[in-house]
């Protein structure tokens, strides 16, 4: 049986932005720092009256327009000129922009609640708060991905053919007695110009209690 090699690490975690796409009037504030989040989950939301109010405008000229089509065609059950089929043409295109607006506008009122796009904690709410007028690059919210969470550890560089990515290797967390199983994920290249030593990223799946910058060690037989 071969040598076990020993190499120590911090857990890391990827941290994701998260920002709502246009600016607004912030209604309701739903999650806060240290509350966890599934994908979907609502994080905040800003008043929906004028995004409402611009669907609302939109549906009405829809209707308006599609009725104008209807009586057109009634009109022209059969086009026979050339005139009456480009007028047809262009009937069926105001037509189908007002159906495309009427879309954008339910875009933008979807985009009114702001969702987080991960499972794991939110770690900044970016202090906002209901009254408060945002824009898109103003108080975003911080999510800890829990997808993300890995073991980084600095190996030499003649050590490097021991991790192959894809295979398991055993891992120990500082704060629990139990080993847990990780898996290699692939080599992250660096710049010529870099001497720091290589890094290996072991994945952290089904762990529970993860927290970044926890030590931890990776074995290797």
């Given at each position: 049986?071969?040598?076990?090699?020993?190499?120590?690490?911090?857990?890391?975690?990827?941290?994701?932005?998260?920002?709502?796409?246009?600016?607004?009037k912030v209604a309701k504030v739903y999650k806060h720092p240290g509350d966890s989040v599934k994908i979907g989950d609502w994080l905040a939301s800003l008043s929906k009256?004028?995004?409402?109010?611009?669907?609302?405008?939109?549906?009405?000229?829809?209707?308006?327009?599609?009725?104008?089509?209807?009586?057109?065609?009634?009109?022209?059950?059969?086009?026979?000129?050339?005139?009456?089929k480009y007028e047809k043409v262009?009937?069926?295109?105001?037509?189908?922009?007002?159906?495309?607006?009427v879309?954008?506008?339910?875009?933008?009122?979807?985009?009114?609640?702001l969702k987080s796009p991960v499972a794991g904690t939110v770690?900044?709410?970016?202090?906002?708060?209901?009254?408060?007028?945002?824009t898109p690059g103003s108080y975003p919210f911080t999510i800890l991905d829990n997808n993300t969470f890995r073991l980084v550890a600095d190996v030499d560089w003649?050590?490097?053919?021991?991790?192959?990515?894809?295979?398991?290797?055993?891992?120990?967390?500082?704060?629990?007695?139990?080993?847990?199983?990780?898996?290699?994920?692939?080599l992250i290249p660096y710049p010529a110009a870099k001497k720091s030593p290589p890094q290996i990223h072991v994945r952290l799946s089904g762990i529970p209690g993860l927290l970044p910058g926890l030590p931890g060690e990776i074995s290797h037989t």
């Open positions: 049986m071969g040598e076990t090699k020993k190499f120590s690490g911090v857990v890391t975690a990827d941290q994701i932005e998260v920002r709502f796409a246009y600016s607004g009256k004028e995004p409402q109010a611009q669907l609302d405008q939109e549906l009405a000229d829809y209707e308006r327009i599609r009725a104008e089509f209807e009586i057109f065609v009634a009109s022209h059950a059969n086009p026979g000129s050339d005139r009456e262009q009937a069926q295109a105001v037509l189908n922009a007002a159906v495309k607006s879309e954008l506008a339910k875009f933008r009122l979807d985009d009114a609640d770690i900044v709410d970016g202090g906002i708060r209901p009254g408060l007028n945002i003649d050590d490097l053919p021991l991790f192959t990515p894809g295979n398991s290797v055993t891992v120990k967390l500082s704060d629990r007695k139990e080993e847990a199983s990780g898996i290699i994920l692939p």
